[in-house]
């Protein structure tokens, strides 16, 4: 399903019917997650974070998809998605400085970079482990409907994890219980180097949901509207007792999986190359400036103003110091047994390491 | 009060936990109209409804992934996994995902819930029916272990873990689910966890047992006794965080131990309990702590009886030690 045809012109009978300040809304903060994810991956270059996972080029599957949730849904993120975490209006300074460990890292730097959380903006926790994060989606979709709540979750994995056995596991539960849950695969060509083809023998990811009588559809991930569209439908069908819907969000990683990735390895330049012709940021610019409601001053304006705000956030996180050493040995147990509490204290009153060394 | 077996006393504990507190909700496989494998849940799900005591499908990553969402969203998920020896294909639920939850968000999610779980050999079970993984759970930072071995304690204990805000590994000896009857009060009652129990006092040799081996461990404590050797015997009751208090103030007194378990031995529970034993009471020691534990193979079906730690080991290693 495609709405915002290449021209930028929109195919009415598939317009989600965003006004025109959402769709400018939904641009702009499509632009700010690339400038920010652009920012980090450069500093990280610069040896100054450890690491970055970037989603280049699939913003719109991201932040299309966040901006068709409403409030009281939640979202149960992959680890791609933090552009969905800030369109809920998380602070980008508590970002930045979770990149950096620092201080004021909301995980108290016990967790690698982009491994965000928030309770207030309905957000569950990053993990790594592949596919982990389906089931506590349909968990907790199925205590929001024992509890009578009206709300419901998206939960994003990539194309890979339908290979998990979390995935399978969570899509015959949703298909046996009829949670309120929306499985959002975002199948952007790659788990890591493995192409897609190479990942499943299935044509789509789409019709692994038919095997668990689950409805899916299958739209262009490059097209924010089309996001919007299809993920508002099955809020609706979840909201109104329908149960769970799989939708695959048709995109590609322009970026490499993380910034410890060399994806010229496994794929060629031509073919990244037709993929930067399909940005899904360019494709929305199209359709805002066909309404004329942006042009390149606005345009350019709002990147001054991203910018600027990172570079301020990155500024202040590397003043800030380290987290507490002994709050690495909190929060293991809601209270703190005798076997922690020796460790904290062999470890505050033993030897420092030295220092690591600069390896870059 | 009220005579009571194991499994009523289990049952009990979870009718109660169920009626007291409407986010408590079971899961597993077969524990709904056929009221489990073992009939642990029989006629909760006829006083307490299918949204209360659900059928799952045959996963175990399924229903412990699941129960960690539902734990997330602030219910109190008790799941059964029908054997210890299944828990694997769950493992990284438990391990990656529940363990860790309240650590990796700096305490703003936790992950309250309880997963139930028959282990241990002697019922003729084989390799799949008869395991015993608990260290494998200890060795976790993040879960809490429980292995009561009698009705009243896993009544109590069982109600404290479901009130417990951190993910509980509660394993029952199935050995002994229906051998030991004693008296358990009908009331919602508390067993603290992290608190052992001396259940014979003695002077010359501690023993540390839990679950289905506690019986063994005093069956041999009454033997030796006819030979002038005086045994502490000690129900671990929970496994982790341990009590360690109570075990080192035995061993000081004593000078001596003797570790039960079913598990094989090498890298079993009973290696971390003797380098505890050792750092902490090492001039007191008299002898060398001994473990007296299940084999390092897989669990035999026609052997189990030389396979399991029985009191026809553990007797003659009380009295090696007694008289090392």
Not at chain 1, 120 to 144: C, F, K, N
Not at chain 2, 279 to 305: I, K, M, N
């Amino acid at each position: 399903m495609q709405v915002i045809r290449d021209d930028g012109s929109l195919d009415s009978k598939l317009d989600p019917g965003l006004s025109v300040d959402e769709v400018v809304a939904l641009y702009k903060a499509m632009v700010r997650t690339r400038i920010v994810d652009d920012r980090l991956e450069r500093i990280q270059r610069q040896g100054r974070i450890a690491f970055h996972v970037g989603s280049l080029g699939e913003e719109a599957a991201i932040v299309g998809a966040a901006a068709a949730l409403r409030d009281q849904d939640w979202i149960v993120p992959c680890y791609r998605e933090v552009g969905a975490l800030l369109w809920r209006g998380y602070p980008l300074q508590r970002y930045v400085d979770h990149m950096y460990g620092n201080a004021d890292d909301p995980v108290l730097g016990r967790q690698m970079p982009d491994h965000t959380f928030s309770r207030s903006h309905r957000y569950l926790a990053v993990s790594a482990p592949i596919g982990t994060q389906i089931p506590h989606a349909v968990g907790l979709a199925m205590a929001a409907k024992k509890r009578d709540l009206d709300e419901c979750v998206g939960v994003f994995f990539g194309d890979g994890a339908t290979s998990s056995n979390d995935f399978h596991a969570a899509m015959n539960f949703a298909g046996v219980f009829q949670p309120p849950v929306l499985f959002l695969c975002r199948n952007n060509g790659y788990a890591i180097s493995l192409p897609v083809e190479r990942q499943t023998a299935t044509r789509t990811m789409a019709e692994k949901a038919a095997a668990y009588r689950v409805p899916a559809a299958r739209v262009d991930g490059n097209d924010a509207l089309a996001v919007f569209g299809a993920v508002r439908e099955g809020v609706r069908r979840a909201a109104n007792g329908g149960g769970p819907t799989f939708i695959e969000l048709l995109t590609y990683r322009l970026g490499g999986h993380s910034t410890s990735d060399d994806p010229k390895i496994y794929r060629s330049e031509e073919e990244v190359d037709a993929w930067r012709n399909a940005d899904p940021i360019l494709r929305l610019r199209k359709h805002i400036e066909n309404r004329k409601v942006w042009d390149d001053d606005l345009d350019s304006d709002w990147r001054t103003v991203c910018d600027l705000e990172v570079k301020e956030c990155v500024q202040r996180a590397e003043q800030k110091p380290a987290p507490e050493l002994g709050e690495t040995f909190t929060d293991v147990y809601a209270e703190q047994p005798w076997h922690l509490r020796e460790q904290q204290a062999q470890s505050l009153g033993g030897p420092r390491a030295a220092a690591e060394e600069d390896e870059s | 009060m009220t005579e009571m077996n194991l499994v009523q006393a289990i049952n009990s504990a979870l009718r109660g936990a169920l009626r007291e507190d409407e986010n408590v909700l079971l899961l597993g496989e077969d524990i709904g109209t056929l009221g489990g494998v073992f009939r642990v849940t029989q006629g909760l799900r006829e006083e307490f409804g299918p949204d209360r005591v659900l059928d799952t499908p045959l996963s175990e990553t399924g229903i412990l992934g699941t129960a960690i969402g539902m734990a997330l969203h602030g219910l109190r998920p008790v799941s059964e996994i029908q054997f210890a020896d299944f828990i694997y294909p769950g493992f990284d639920q438990l391990v990656s995902e529940a363990a860790k939850y309240r650590y990796r968000t700096a305490g703003e999610f936790h992950v309250p819930m309880v997963v139930r779980t028959p282990y241990g050999g002697g019922i003729r079970g084989g390799q799949y029916h008869s395991q015993s993984p608990e260290a494998l759970f200890i060795h976790t930072p993040g879960l809490k272990v429980v292995c009561p071995s009698n009705p009243y304690d896993a009544k109590g204990l069982l109600l404290e873990a479901i009130e417990d805000d951190d993910p509980v590994l509660f394993f029952e000896p199935k050995r002994v689910y229906r051998a030991v009857k004693m008296e358990v009060p009908e009331t919602t009652y508390r067993v603290p966890l992290g608190e052992a129990k001396v259940v014979r006092a003695g002077e010359h040799v501690t023993c540390l047992a839990w679950g289905a081996m506690l019986y063994e461990a005093f069956a041999a404590a009454e033997e030796v006794a006819k030979e002038g050797v005086d045994v502490e015997v000690i129900d671990l009751r929970t496994l982790w965080p341990l009590d360690i208090d109570t075990i080192t103030s035995s061993v000081k007194r004593t000078g001596r131990a003797v570790i039960v378990h079913e598990a094989p031995r090498t890298c079993g529970f009973g290696g971390e309990l003797v380098a505890l034993i050792t750092e902490r009471a090492f001039l007191h020691l008299e002898a060398p702590p001994v473990r007296v534990t299940g084999w390092d193979t897989p669990f035999p079906l026609t052997h189990e009886r030389e396979y399991l730690p029985l009191a026809h080991r553990i007797a003659p290693a009380l009295l090696e030690t007694a008289r090392y």
